[in-house]
């Protein structure tokens, strides 16, 4: 049996501090981790191809207004070798980010897709911001399996001010992440944990947010100040209730989003590493997530990828990324996902299903008791 969670129970646990009680949470989104998606933890090999961007988000270094960033863009044979190169570690994903970077055109992508599809036989992700749904259909038509788009907080107002429109003809966020599953894209969104100004408030409509999407992907990660951005200073925001940008938080949400969209793959996360580079990624996949995104951009690019600052992995080499990965995901006792490992909810929107809500026994917060 699943679970629901209401408001106030999602708004109690997103508060809860008592150890014992968030073992429980952990302990639940474990289970219904193993039991809707398994022990397999999928790999998704990590492509950083542009840090060029046209935006001016608040919160991440690669904003245009940012002159203290070498730009680099890597070349369609740069990219091709890096997607084989993935393909050699056995992984069944690759991941192209970049800034919102027009110098990749919809013809540049296009070509990107349609050559790993031929030369590395490879699930292809997309995270290349908001562009036009011409470009999305076209890339789609090309291969590209999934986009990612997080909408970042379901608060518009907050969301509009961190993230300055661009103007022009283009659809709004959240219109067009609602375009990607009609497209035939496998839907991927997300949120941060601790922007200046989310409150608890938000963070539950975020979670409810990600059920009413029927998400097949869900990236949460903590906010990380960048100095070179409007949301640069470490200090204290004096707006009353701000939700704090924590690892403890950051895994209760990775938890609650496993408990209320149980089918959706969930990614570990960098930012959370970033954090805790002992054992952020471990306890990620321990409370809710089943996914790690292994980084494979080339050495002399990824240090200019720098969306916040210390980023867990900046030095490494694809090499050392895949052993040390892999290495902590065995000694969790947990297998490497083979093949491309679609996330189980795209298979159930594809027949047609509703997702689970059941009822549950009233117990703390929501949960039931084992
Ligand atoms: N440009 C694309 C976009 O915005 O969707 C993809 C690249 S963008 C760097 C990928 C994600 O990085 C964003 O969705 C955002 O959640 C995350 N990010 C940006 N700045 C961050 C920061 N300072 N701390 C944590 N995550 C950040
Ligand atoms: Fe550009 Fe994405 Fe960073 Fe915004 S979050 S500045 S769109 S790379």
Same mark, same amino acid.
């Given at each position: 049996m699943?679970?629901? =969670?209401?408001? *106030?129970?999602?708004?109690?646990?997103?508060?809860?501090?008592?150890?014992?009680?968030?073992?429980?949470?952990w302990r639940e989104a474990d289970r219904v981790r193993k039991e809707h998606v398994g022990d397999e933890v999928h790999l998704r090999g990590l492509i950083e191809i542009s840090n060029h961007c046209l935006r001016q988000c608040h919160y991440c270094g690669l904003r245009a207004g940012n002159r203290d960033i070498t730009r680099y863009r890597m070349t369609v044979d740069e990219i091709v070798a890096c997607a084989k190169q993935t393909r050699s570690f056995g992984y069944g994903t690759v991941v192209?980010?970049?800034?919102?970077?027009?110098?990749? @055109?919809?013809?540049d992508v296009t070509q990107i897709v349609k050559r790993i599809k031929a030369e590395a036989g490879v699930?292809?992700?997309?995270?290349?911001?908001?562009?036009?749904?011409?470009?999305?259909?076209?890339?789609?038509?090309?291969?590209?399996?999934?986009?990612?788009?997080?909408?970042?907080t379901s608060n518009t107002e907050l969301f509009s001010q961190m993230h300055p429109p661009r103007g022009g003809q283009r659809l709004a966020r959240m219109d067009l992440l609602r375009q990607l599953g009609p497209l035939g894209y496998e839907v991927g969104s997300g949120v941060m944990i601790g922007i200046p &100004?989310?409150?608890?408030?938000?963070?539950? +409509?975020? =979670?409810?947010?990600f059920r009413e999407l029927d998400l097949d992907?869900? &990236?949460?990660?903590?906010?990380?100040?960048?100095?070179? @951005?409007p949301f640069g200073k470490n200090e204290p925001t004096d707006f009353p209730g701000q939700v704090p940008a924590t690892e403890l938080l950051t895994y209760k949400t990775i938890a609650l989003a496993r408990l209320l969209c149980p089918d959706a793959n969930i990614p570990s996360t960098t930012a959370l590493a970033t954090l805790n580079i002992a054992e952020g990624r471990e306890l990620g996949l321990?409370?809710?997530?089943?996914?790690?995104? %292994?980084?494979?951009? %080339?050495p002399e690019y990824r240090v200019y990828y720098e969306i916040? *600052?210390?980023?867990?992995c900046i030095r490494e080499t694809a090499?050392?990324? +895949?052993?040390?990965?892999?290495?902590?995901?065995?000694?969790?006792?947990?297998?490497? &996902?083979?093949?491309?490992?679609?996330? %189980? +909810?795209?298979?159930?929107?594809?027949?047609?299903?509703?997702?689970?809500?059941?009822r549950v026994a009233p117990a703390p917060h929501g949960l039931r008791r084992p």
């Open positions: 699943t679970l629901t =969670l209401d408001r *106030p129970a999602i708004l109690r646990w997103l508060a809860e501090t008592d150890p014992s009680r968030l073992e429980e949470l192209l980010q970049a800034g919102e970077d027009d110098g990749l @055109t919809r013809d699930a292809v992700t997309l995270s290349l911001g908001e562009r036009t749904v011409d470009e999305l259909a076209a890339w789609r038509e090309a291969g590209a399996d999934r986009y990612l788009l997080r909408f970042e &100004g989310q409150s608890y408030d938000d963070l539950a +409509n975020d =979670l409810e947010l992907m869900i &990236g949460v990660g903590p906010f990380i100040a960048h100095p070179a @951005t321990q409370r809710g997530a089943n996914i790690v995104m %292994p980084n494979m951009t %080339p916040y *600052p210390a980023k867990a090499d050392l990324c +895949n052993r040390c990965i892999t290495g902590r995901i065995e000694k969790l006792g947990r297998a490497i &996902g083979q093949g491309p490992g679609a996330s %189980p +909810n795209l298979r159930r929107r594809a027949r047609g299903e509703k997702q689970k809500l059941e």
